[in-house]
């Protein structure tokens, strides 16, 4: 019997099953696909994430960091915004004393580092290579296997009951859903989402330069959307080409060196400044979708991470987001009440689950709020969000608080 089972050994549920095993809990992580092996001779992956300083620390306090930056990361000292080049907001690490804004690291490199650490638990078992073929939830009824009967009051403490398709079975008194925006544990257990899948998509792109690429990050918006550029280590770098699905669907068709020069047109000289060139390495095309579970916890599941939020990415808040899901129900968890007691059931609700929709809640708003502002050409908005911009380049005390907010060192608050 474990207390947790993960479905999803990524970013989020490796940080998490990590946690967990250091407070001495028995765990259980599920993953079919682990991630390939660090290669340093490898090019980049196309998925990248801004890991916040909080990220970070997080990630510092579980042990993993040690083992990701001994992979490859790139951390970046400056962030621009701007719709006209005249209308630019530049922020620096420099002004609030810290030595850089955070870090930006493949995805796989997050989950390997997280993996790597968890090495270190013999409290932790994975189940790797196989897939849930069955989840029954016992202290409810609710339930995808044929029979949904509640059991017997002598089961009340097994929370959940998973069958793989090794043949395998695990019981757990909780069952964490960290697997995803399409989450089989959400699905299961009968939690809504609201949300919607945006008008416009993103392409990204990874490039190889000429020359190593300074450790700033900046994104102009436009009425099609927004293009981005992402430094990584070395001479890499990733470009967010954000547009309509058919103009994505069109670029998707040209080969590297006419993406290049579609690139070239449509991203600003920003990119090319100093006689820098480029080559196309990869590229591949996402939707961009918000979505939010209407519970985080019902008896028996936990949600975290993806499974619980999805946000439009104009921030790169959405990694970080979860590993604050992480960082919150750690404490919930760190308080060492019986797990199958009502009272920890209630303190997931209150301290774990209210806290992080409402924030969540509020993020996603705001990325709305702002993509809203500066993706479109109407005259009157138009000016406004040029004179915004103006006055927060000139106005330093405002811009330092907006930057710790952006980069985590302050909790939203609205």
Not at 166 to 194: C, F, P, Y
Not at 222 to 230: R, S, Y
Not at 371 to 395: E, H, M, T
């Amino acid at each position: 019997m474990y207390d947790f089972c993960i479905n999803g050994g990524g970013m989020v549920g490796a940080a998490l099953a990590l946690g967990l095993a250091k407070q001495q809990y028995r765990v259980a992580i599920i993953e079919p696909h682990l991630p390939k092996g660090f290669d340093e001779t490898s090019k980049p992956d196309l998925r990248v994430s801004a890991i916040s300083d909080a990220s970070v620390s997080l990630l510092t306090s579980l042990g993993a960091w040690e083992y990701i930056q001994a992979m490859r990361v790139k951390p970046y000292t400056g962030l621009s915004v701007w719709d006209d080049p005249a209308h630019r907001t530049d922020f620096t690490a420099q002004s609030i004393d810290v030595p850089q804004l955070g870090f930006f690291v493949e995805n796989r490199l997050l989950q390997l580092g997280c993996h790597q650490a968890l090495k270190a638990f013999d409290n932790v078992t994975w189940f790797t290579g196989c897939k849930v073929t069955n989840i029954k939830l016992c202290n409810s009824s609710v339930s995808d296997s044929v029979n949904s009967s509640v059991d017997s009051d002598a089961s009340r403490n097994l929370a959940a009951t998973l069958s793989l398709d090794n043949g395998e079975t695990i019981h757990a008194k909780w069952l964490i859903g960290a697997d995803g925006a399409a989450s089989q544990v959400r699905q299961v257990a009968n939690i809504g989402v609201s949300g919607w899948q945006y008008s416009q998509q993103a392409m990204g792109i990874t490039i190889e330069m000429t020359n190593p690429v300074d450790a700033i990050t900046w994104q102009e918006f436009t009425p099609d959307g927004p293009k981005a550029f992402l430094p990584m280590f070395d001479n890499y770098a990733s470009l967010v080409w954000y547009d309509s699905p058919d103009e994505l669907k069109r670029l998707s068709t040209l080969n590297d060196a006419q993406l290049k020069q579609a690139i070239v047109d449509a991203f600003p000289s920003e990119l090319l400044k100093n006689g820098n060139d480029f080559t196309v390495i990869d590229k591949a095309t996402f939707p961009l979708t918000r979505a939010h579970a209407s519970r985080y916890v019902i008896d028996g599941v936990i949600l975290v991470g993806d499974a619980a939020h999805t946000i439009n990415p104009l921030a790169g808040q959405g990694v970080n987001l979860g590993f604050r899901d992480v960082e919150t129900l750690l404490t919930v968890t760190a308080e060492g009440i019986d797990l199958t007691s009502l009272e920890f059931k209630k303190r997931l609700i209150t301290n774990y689950e209210k806290p992080r929709q409402r924030d969540n809640g509020l993020m996603m708003s705001a990325m709305d709020g702002f993509y809203g502002l500066f993706s479109n050409d109407i005259g009157p908005i138009k000016w406004l969000r040029n004179q915004l911009l103006s006055v927060a380049q000139q106005f330093e005390p405002a811009k330092r608080e907006v930057l710790k907010y952006a980069i985590g060192m302050r909790e939203w608050k609205f």
